[in-house]
């Protein structure tokens, strides 16, 4: 009999992505507290990203569309695909977790929403998601990939990754034991400069930069 403080297997998170080592999930749900806050982060994002890929379908945005190749007298498309079938698969896929989520809790699907009304009205599930294992297992891994490929094509690259060092915050009176990055952009990049840590959701924008890295320093001081 295992000790009533040492979580068993329905108290770890379900996402797969931790492999061996799966953390504890939140109290009454399927996911770890980094999973969560990054579900419904990706969950939110999604309806923005897709109205901001509007602005990249021109098929001279991007470096490899659109372009006549050498040769060949084919015209370049007037959109860019691949920024099409994102979008197209984006508004499929928010659809499809919308009538599955409806179904399972008896209420209306959001017949005929937009995309971006599909991932607010997910996004206000994103509890319910988390607490029922498929869900929780299965519905993670797509919003981060489709949010992660949306991000790549609505901004285009300039931005440097830094590594900072392991992550002194804690969990659940636990050091997190992940690793803090730093996410610097052009300034006339939209997104906001981020410090942040993936293992536990850690995020902090750049006005907050001065007043985390002396108390990172501090806590590094004192962990040895």
């Not at 209420?107 to 971006?116: E, Q, S, Y």
């Not at 993936?198 to 040895?224: H, S, V």
């Amino acid at each position: 009999m295992r000790p009533a403080d040492v979580p068993g297997p329905r108290d770890r998170c379900v996402q797969e992505r931790h492999g061996d080592q799966r953390p504890a999930a939140l109290p009454s749900l399927r996911l770890c507290r980094a999973c969560y806050n990054r579900l419904r982060r990706d969950l939110a994002d999604l309806g923005r990203l897709y109205i901001e890929l509007e602005n990249a379908l021109p098929a001279g945005s991007g470096p490899q569309h659109g372009q006549r190749v050498t040769g060949s007298s084919t015209r370049p498309l007037p959109v860019n695909p691949a920024v099409a079938d994102l979008r197209d698969q984006i508004r499929h896929d928010l659809a499809w977790w919308a009538r599955y989520v409806a179904d399972r809790r008896g209420l209306t699907p959001p017949t005929g929403a937009t995309t971006p009304a599909l991932a607010q009205w997910l996004t206000r599930h994103t509890d319910w998601i988390a607490a029922h294992e498929d869900a929780a297992a299965a519905c993670p891994p797509v919003a981060r990939e489709l949010a992660g490929r949306a991000r790549a094509l609505a901004y285009p690259s300039g931005a440097r990754r830094i590594t900072i060092g392991p992550c002194v915050e804690e969990i659940d009176g636990e050091r997190c034991g992940g690793t803090v990055y730093a996410t610097v952009r052009r300034d006339d990049d939209p997104r906001p400069s981020v410090i942040y840590c993936p293992a536990c959701g850690l995020e902090k924008g750049a006005e907050e930069w001065r007043r985390f890295g002396r108390e990172y320093q501090r806590e590094r001081r004192m962990a040895g």
